[in-house]
T-cell receptor, first 111, second 113 residues
Framework: QQPVQSPQAVILREGEDAVINCSSS?????VHWYRQKHGEAPVFLMI?????EQKGHDKISASFNEKKQQSSLYLTASQLSYSGTYFC????????????FGGGTRLMVKT | KAGVTQTPRYLIKTRGQQVTLSCSPI?????VSWYQQTPGQGLQFLFE???????NKGNFPGRFSGRQFSNSRSEMNVSTLELGDSALYLC????????????FGNGTRLTVT
């Protein structure tokens, strides 16, 4: 069963912040985040392992709550280049080397 | 370092035909995964290969098959094509250990008419 992402779509103005959530019904080993621009391949952003760590990548950061099997991606001071579709990919605790992706969140940043 | 290479980029096939897609991973990557991407279903996992062995398989019919060669290159085959098989097929390579990031190719766009 694939993880559930919310919201499905969001429109921002440059400089605004956004949060994208990813929720799974299974015990997770890790959560990956990827961004895909139109007509391009998904690009890796970051991985979070069980342990509740938070990671950062420029002005994009993420957290992972392993007890709730939830992860959130935080985009601060958004830039036009942040536009694209964001996917979370989850790796089950008991099923390694296989990522199940959420349905994606379409993010559009406008001037 | 060269990225993941998928060939061909575009394919148009007729219902009932079969098709073979190819993927060359990043040098040193021994794990190759295949995904089907459609507007309605998102990214659906097909299978994952490591050292010529299929380690994981998604929920797709037996018409979808794959293999991996000793140089880690991988192919996937779809037989008896159906209209619903029209999609972008993405290949991704990674290092062998868990929690390694996936590096995606640009995909093969398959259209079945």
């Amino acid at each position: 069963q694939q993880p559930v992402q919310s919201p499905q779509a969001v429109i921002l103005r440059e400089g605004e912040d956004a949060v994208i959530n990813c929720s799974s019904s299974k015990a997770l080993y890790s959560v990956h985040w990827y961004r895909q621009k139109h007509g391009e391949a998904p690009v890796f952003l970051m991985i979070l392992l069980k342990g509740g760590e938070q990671k950062g990548h420029d002005k994009i950061s993420a957290s992972f709550n392993e007890k709730k099997q939830q992860s959130s991606l935080y985009l601060t001071a958004s830039q036009l280049s942040y536009s694209g579709t964001y996917f979370c990919g989850t790796e089950d605790l008991n099923a390694g080397n296989m990522l199940t992706f959420g349905g994606g969140t379409r993010l559009m940043v406008k001037t | 370092k060269a990225g993941v290479t998928q060939t061909p980029r575009y394919l148009i096939k007729t219902r009932g035909q079969q098709v073979t897609l190819s993927c060359s991973p990043i040098s040193g990557h021994r794990s190759v995964s295949w995904y089907q991407q459609t507007p309605g279903q998102g990214l659906q996992f097909l299978f994952e290969y490591f050292s010529e062995t299929q380690r994981n398989k998604g929920n797709f019919p037996g018409r979808f098959s794959g293999r991996q060669f000793s140089n880690s290159r991988s192919e996937m085959n779809v037989s008896t094509l159906e209209l619903g098989d029209s999609a972008l097929y993405l290949c991704a390579s990674s290092l062998e250990q868990r929690n390694s990031p996936l590096h995606f190719g640009n995909g093969t766009r398959l259209t079945v008419t």
